[in-house]
């Protein structure tokens, strides 16, 4: 053990060769509380005192990296040197999250370049893509038309009624080089991939608009003009929008449903087309009964039946189904539900339903064939 005295204070040095001092086995010769007595301090301020006035090395506990002694400031950190051995030091990992850091921002220009170099004509945007950036404005935008805010500060249901539909929407924006990565966007929401390719946590991203702000409000205008909003309704692309908007509602209902009942469901195809057949007939104020009715029926057949949550979890999409068949069969007036509190009308829910169709959340209350899209 090498003693390095950070001091010219003779009194100081004394404390500190003390503080060090070992025996020919390696133990610590003196006792805090002998060297507090020796100089006249109080014990609790002596481990402090040493740490400001020296530290100790060995050759044989070093960085990995840079391979630098690592310096031990007290007794305590001493005895778990070998915790230390070829461990990445401060100073090594500080340059290294630098580098790590640089070549996200890199990364960041590069992105925003190529969309700078390819920003779209909005005269030639489909119809999707103008209702997703109306949303996503109205949602998550600035005052000044610029910025698109980071979707994770803001409720369940700001954006799209389901969370895994919010990135859906982020991400067609993006290839459609309408969004941005901001410049100031969290370095811990990009992940270094291989070929210096990288992920976004859409969640935790900021965006800045490609579009300028004449002509986001060129695009706003559109939705107040009566000719083009007649337009959109007849627009193929706008009625499966529709379908999509009234089944990721569905969806969303379905897994808060499902967790407030401790069971857990990944929706995947099955589950969408049964949500899909039920929405043909029904409001989605009306399949979120058939839903209460499957989950809560689901955790009734895990209570009294020796089987795993997942098995009960699994029943929810044909208990569905069963409520369904069973309506239409005996012609039951099912119903609605009101909408659960922590899910309400989204903002992609109101350009559809409300700005469009002109209705009040009419998505929820209505089956799609109550409207007419081709007058």
């Not at 002596?46 to 530290?55: G, I, R």
């Not at 080089?177 to 992940?191: F, G, K, M, P, S």
Request: hydrophobic share 40%; glycine share 4%; aromatic share 10%.
């Amino acid at each position: 053990m090498q003693l390095e005295i950070l001091t010219n204070d003779e009194q100081s040095a004394r404390i500190c060769a003390d503080y060090w001092r070992q025996t020919e086995e390696g133990e610590f010769a003196l006792k805090i509380r002998e060297i507090a007595t020796t100089h006249g301090m109080k014990p609790h301020v002596v481990s402090k005192f040493v740490e400001q006035h020296s530290f100790v090395w060995r050759e044989d506990i070093c960085c990995g990296r840079c391979k630098q002694p690592y310096r031990f400031g007290a007794r305590s950190q001493y005895q778990k040197r070998r915790w230390f051995q070829n461990r990445v030091c401060k100073a090594c990992m500080d340059t290294e999250r630098q580098a790590i850091a640089d070549k996200k921002r890199d990364l960041i220009l590069k992105m925003r370049q190529s969309v700078e170099n390819n920003t779209p004509d909005p005269a030639m945007l489909g119809l999707t893509s103008k209702i997703y950036l109306l949303a996503a404005i109205q949602a998550l935008g600035d005052e000044q038309f610029t910025t698109i805010e980071p979707l994770d500060d803001y409720p369940a249901c700001t954006l799209s009624p389901d969370f895994v539909y919010d990135h859906k929407v982020l991400r067609h924006l993006i290839d459609a080089n309408l969004l941005l990565i901001c410049l100031d966007t969290r370095i811990e929401a990009i992940d270094l991939q291989e070929d210096d390719r990288c992920s976004l946590d859409l969640g935790e991203c900021a965006f800045n608009l490609s579009l300028d702000a004449d002509q986001v409000t060129a695009l706003i205008n559109e939705f107040f003009d009566a000719d083009t909003i007649q337009s959109f309704r007849q627009a193929p692309e706008f009625i499966a929008l529709c379908k999509e908007v009234q089944l990721q509602e569905c969806l969303g209902f379905l897994k808060v449903i499902v967790e407030d009942h401790q069971l857990y469901l990944s929706p995947g195809e099955k589950t969408r087309q049964v949500l899909s057949q039920c929405l043909e007939k029904f409001s989605v104020a009306q399949v979120y009964n058939f839903i209460w009715r499957a989950a809560k029926d689901a955790a009734a057949y895990y209570m009294r039946s020796s089987i795993s949550k997942r098995q009960a979890a699994n029943s929810v999409v044909g208990n569905i189904s069963r409520s369904m068949e069973r309506a239409l069969a005996y012609d039951w007036d099912v119903k609605p539900f009101n909408r659960n509190y922590n899910l309400p009308q989204s903002s992609l829910s109101r350009i559809v339903f409300n700005m469009v169709l002109g209705t009040d959340d009419g998505g929820f209350k209505n089956s799609l064939s109550d409207f007419c899209f081709h007058d």
